[in-house]
């Protein structure tokens, strides 16, 4: 069992930036695919950025392309997701996900084996 912890969420101002960091909360011994999603009440969570277990491939959906950045840290099974000029639309909880086999990326939610708690991002206007 893999339990993720996401931060670095918060409210902003449209045009802002905030980096997302999740991380697992016990030892990891590989690097594994992972991804960021987000999901507004009501409905289906949707995937944001991806990236293959050694970082060296990603992917984005178009409503995000060229805003968002998503990456590796150090540690193992550490990502962050960078979001730039932001948007009111980008507003909702936003989760990362870990799936514990495979090497590609993964943009499909049911392709996930473990979720993080998730961290709000509020963007005003």
């Known amino acids: 069992q893999v339990q993720l912890v996401e931060s670095g969420g918060g409210s902003v101002q449209a045009g802002g930036s905030l980096r997302l960091s999740c991380a697992p909360s016990?030892?990891?011994?590989?690097?594994?695919?992972m991804g960021w999603f987000r999901q507004i009440p009501g409905k289906e969570r949707e995937y944001v950025a991806a990236i293959t277990w050694d970082g060296g491939n990603t992917a984005y959906p178009d409503s995000v392309k060229g805003r968002f950045t998503i990456s590796r840290g150090d540690a193992v099974n550490t990502i962050f997701l960078q979001m730039n000029d932001l948007k009111p639309e980008d507003t909702a909880k936003y989760y990362c996900?870990?799936?514990?086999?495979?090497?590609?990326?993964?943009?499909?939610?049911?392709?996930?084996?473990?979720w993080g708690q998730g961290t709000q991002v509020t963007v005003f206007s």
């Open positions: 996900g870990l799936r514990n086999y495979g090497s590609w990326y993964y943009v499909v939610k049911e392709d996930y084996s473990f």
């Open positions: 016990g030892r990891t011994f590989s690097n594994y695919p």
